[in-house]
T-cell receptor
Framework: EAGVAQSPRYKIIEKRQSVAFWCNPI?????LYWYQQILGQGPKLLIQ????????DSQLPKDRFSAERLKGVDSTLKIQPAKLEDSAVYLC??????????????FGPGTRLTVL | AQSVAQPEDQVNVAEGNPLTVKCTYS??????LFWYVQYPNRGLQFLLK??????LVKGSYGFEAEFNKSQTSFHLKKPSALVSDSALYFC???????????FGKGTMLLVSP
């Protein structure tokens, strides 16, 4: 089965510019996650979708970050305007919920964002 | 609140020797525990998980982990390390009362020939 797809793999922008990342989860996976991984740290959850609804966006900086999953399949994460501290790898993950808390998340290759 | 600690930034081991990567956790209930590995410029790959049952969990590529409730630990182990095991390893925990996964900061494993 195909894995989680993400694009682009790399992006370099100037501060105050906008950028968008795309994710296509594993087919049939209802839950989709976006994580931010800053160099030297573990991934931090930004937002979790269940189908096309938001389950948890408590750590999403909503003044500049937005995400959508309109049809419950692929998703887009946007940053506008970008700041230097947004430089990180943005990871998308998906899973197919089984029993509560037992499901394994599968990750895409990530998008490495550099803000200059 | 849930949290994970990986006390070692880096672990060095010679090829053929056993390896251990340490992880301790804090949750309010019974934990669900995971190990992931990340190779350069790649996403995280799932290695193994503990949900319930046998405290010794076996996973991919010959890795295993032991759940120790009294010590709140979930150390990753392998009997004989390979150079190709060199990568960044993340421990993660989920409290049954939450839907989110919390990751440790990662441990770099370097296996020398």
């Amino acid at each position: 089965e195909a894995g989680v797809a993400q694009s682009p793999r790399y992006k370099i922008i100037e501060k105050r510019q906008s950028v968008a990342f795309w994710c296509n989860p594993i087919s049939g996976h209802a839950t989709l996650y976006w994580y931010q991984q800053i160099l030297g740290q573990g991934p931090k959850l930004l937002i979790q979708f269940q189908n096309n609804g938001v389950v948890d966006d408590s750590q999403l900086p909503k003044d500049r970050f937005s995400a959508e999953r309109l049809k419950g399949v692929d998703s887009t994460l946007k940053i506008q305007p970008a700041k230097l501290e947004d430089s990180a790898v943005y990871l998308c993950a998906s899973n197919s919920p089984g029993g509560v808390g037992t499901d394994t998340q599968y990750f895409g290759p990530g998008t490495r964002l550099t803000v200059l | 609140a849930q949290s994970v600690a990986q006390p070692e930034d880096q672990v060095n081991v010679a090829e053929g020797n056993p390896l251990t990567v340490k992880c301790t956790y804090s949750v309010s209930g019974n934990p669900y525990l995971f190990w992931y590995v990340q190779y350069p410029n790649r996403g995280l790959q799932f290695l193994l998980k503990y949900i319930t049952g046998d405290n010794l969990v076996k996973g991919s590529y010959g890795f295993e982990a032991e759940f120790n409730k009294s010590q709140t630990s979930f150390h990753l182990k392998k009997p004989s390390a390979l150079v190709s095991d060199s990568a960044l390893y993340f421990c993660a925990v989920r409290d049954p009362g939450y839907s989110t996964l919390t990751f440790g900061k990662g441990t770099m494993l370097l296996v020398s020939p």
